[in-house]
């Protein structure tokens, strides 16, 4: 159903102000007759008004033109195989057909009948080549003569040649470029563009087979699509608003359909297909499992402690809680605990940049002016201190940072202080303070549980969220897009917790969010790029609840591996932590391997599953890049 209303959305925002009415053709005739006889003809103009009339030729024993839709007459009445009758036996035959209640009789038509009438009514007539002698895929010998007959009633330049037969088409266009052609089709107009718009023919396609962007497709080939068939009004509607061109009806009254909206064709967008997205677990630590490192932030005493460690930075597979009762930075990997090796800050908030430095606030808990921040350079422990003072002051438990601090273009801090509805970002180039900006107005009030979750190291464009309020996109002034909905506790719809992550594979922009019970882990991930349901969705690490775990939600950081293998870290205070790969065909498993002949190793460098390079092997599994002197390389994996 919401695939139905978002087309009929689409559909809607397309539309102009001009009206038209696609053109009208009586299938067979129409149903008021034997089908393909003429009181059916003459009834799809008289009764009906149709612009068109669509036939079916056969050939006679005695190489006669007539109408019939089978090989024989059986099913109208009679007893004959057109093919081995002579047009004066099929005339002696009475032909009978019961029609929504109605019981009509009527003979044979000859092609010269049909095309008499459609001469004598101003119509066109749409004649469709059925598999018959002399006109099929392998032997069009008998079309001249349907041709000459129809250049004989001076209807060469309006006549459509309708047939599913691919070598009778390339035929007719070969040797009679005045008639117009149709390609009869179903779903195999897939991959047919090509060939139509090489042989200029418009497809006839089944209903049912074929949206608003199929018609575009072909449009944008200078193609026009026609349908068959259509009988009621919805159906008018909804293919009418595709852009069909000409339908063919049996009983569709074309004079008591409305009118049609004009379409803006640079305004349809075909749907992008979302991603097909696997996990795998790469490890994992949790509390419901009873595995976590003795001093991980779960089941402390000290409340004051246990509250103090909410927030996790992360990068290359270790994480890094703030404990900031005592300004102690913790650290975990995939063997558990671990030294960090660096001192805490006196605040909540603790994060990485996309470089992989380290930022801790340390102005104190309640985070008031003036303010001050701790960086570390990646893979050192020298402190650097930034005093700033946010444009609009709160308390701001969570920050967010992209970019690289320590380079010369920078990167970017995002506060979403408590009781402002704005977002404060701290510009940092070569470890300094350059300024400090301020978004504008917010659809929400940020609380102490408000987060920022940044888009490319744009600090006009991030998303932003609240506690319980969903998530919302900031782009460069625009402060309401949809993302996320508000709190709901069945998954993977929103809970109250925060947590997200923003990231790119294969071209697509993703966004996580946190979708497992409150408070204890577990998320969704959306295509945003394909704007479609929720593609994977993964369940809570633990149980801890908000009782037991003060934690408001679980945070995230993702890194590209490659364009179609990302890393993902999750922390959930409490409820423990975990690496995932996120991938589209197959695991990561390291560079592509070339095939090597005699060259000299220059170097080895190894990588572990989370990403993490070294000039020594890890243990478990490494994969081993080796480079050569001619500048190769060649990728090995070994366990150790």
Not at 279 to 292: A, E, I, W
Not at 379 to 384: A, C, I, Q
Not at 557 to 579: I, P, Q, S, W
Not at 594 to 600: F, I, N
Request: hydrophobic share 35%.
């Amino acid at each position: 159903m919401r695939k139905i209303i978002t087309l009929m959305l689409c559909l809607a925002a397309v539309m102009q102000a001009s009206a038209w009415k696609p053109l009208f053709v009586g299938h067979r005739g129409c149903n008021r007759g034997v089908e393909n006889t003429v009181e059916a003809y003459r009834n799809g103009v008289d009764y009906y008004g149709y612009d068109g009339l669509e036939c079916d030729v056969r050939v006679t024993s005695d190489k006669k033109y007539v109408i019939s839709h089978d090989e024989t007459t059986e099913r109208v009445g009679g007893n004959l195989t057109v093919a081995n009758a002579t047009l004066e036996q099929l005339q002696a035959e009475n032909y009978t057909q019961t029609r929504n209640g109605v019981t009509y009789t009527g003979k044979i038509c000859t092609m010269a009948e049909y095309l008499d009438i459609c001469v004598e009514k101003g119509v066109f007539p749409v004649i469709e080549l059925k598999w018959t002698t002399g006109i099929n895929s392998n032997d069009m010998s008998n079309f001249p003569g349907l041709a000459a007959l129809i250049e004989e009633k001076g209807l060469t330049d309006k006549a459509i040649i309708l047939t599913s037969m691919k070598p009778s088409l390339e035929y007719v266009r070969t040797n009679y470029p005045a008639l117009k052609c149709q390609w009869l089709c179903n779903a195999n107009w897939k991959d047919n563009e090509p060939w139509c718009q090489q042989w200029n023919l418009e497809p006839s396609i089944s209903t049912g087979n074929f949206d608003i962007y199929t018609v575009k497709k072909f449009h944008d080939l200078g193609l026009d699509v026609a349908c068959w068939v259509v009988d009621t009004e919805a159906s008018y509607k909804s293919i009418g608003a595709m852009g069909v061109k000409m339908m063919t009806c049996n009983s569709l009254m074309p004079s008591s359909m409305p009118e049609l909206a004009d379409i803006d064709w640079d305004a349809v967008v075909e749907p992008v297909q979302p991603l097909e997205l696997k996990c795998d677990t790469v490890f994992k630590y949790s509390r419901f499992r009873g595995d976590l490192p003795e001093n991980f932030p779960s089941g402390l005493t000290d409340e004051s402690a246990y509250n103090s460690a909410q927030m996790a930075a992360m990068y290359h597979g270790m994480f890094y809680p703030n404990n900031y009762s005592n300004s102690t930075l913790l650290a975990f990997d995939a063997d558990g605990a671990t030294e960090s090796g660096l001192p805490g800050g006196k605040s909540q908030g603790v994060t990485c940049d996309d470089a992989g430095n380290l930022i801790v606030r340390d102005d104190g808990a309640t985070q008031s002016s003036p303010n001050k921040m701790v960086l570390y350079r990646e893979g050192d422990v020298t402190p650097v201190v930034v005093n700033f003072e946010l444009l609009n002051p709160g308390r701001t438990h969570f920050i967010s940072a992209s970019g690289d601090v320590f380079s010369k273009e920078g990167g970017y801090v995002y506060f979403f202080p408590y009781t402002q509805n704005v977002v404060n970002v701290v510009k940092i180039a070569d470890g300094k303070l350059v300024e400090v900006t301020a978004s504008s107005k917010l659809s929400l009030t940020g609380s102490t549980a408000g987060v920022v979750y940044p888009i490319n190291n744009n600090p006009n464009k991030f998303i932003y969220q609240v506690r319980s309020d969903g998530y919302y996109l900031y782009d460069n002034g625009d402060k309401g897009a949809y993302v996320a909905g508000s709190a709901s506790t069945t998954p993977p719809n929103r809970n109250s917790s925060v947590g997200g992550a923003y990231f790119t594979m294969d071209g697509h922009e993703l966004f996580l969010y946190s979708s497992g019970t409150n408070y204890n882990g577990g998320f969704t991930i959306k295509d945003m790029t394909a704007k479609a349901e929720p593609i994977l969705t993964v369940p809570p690490m633990g149980n801890g609840g908000y009782g037991a775990n003060p934690s408001v939600g679980a945070f995230y950081r993702t890194e590209k591996l490659d364009d179609t293998h990302v890393m993902l870290y999750e922390y959930c205070m409490g409820n423990g932590y975990a690496a995932y790969q996120l991938y589209l065909d197959l695991p990561y498993t390291g560079v592509n391997e070339e095939s090597v002949t005699s060259k000299t190793e220059v170097s080895h460098t190894y990588f572990d599953l989370t990403g993490r390079a070294s000039q020594r092997p890890f243990d478990g599994i490494n994969i081993v890049l080796t480079r050569y002197s001619d500048g190769t390389t060649s990728a090995t994996k070994i366990v150790r």
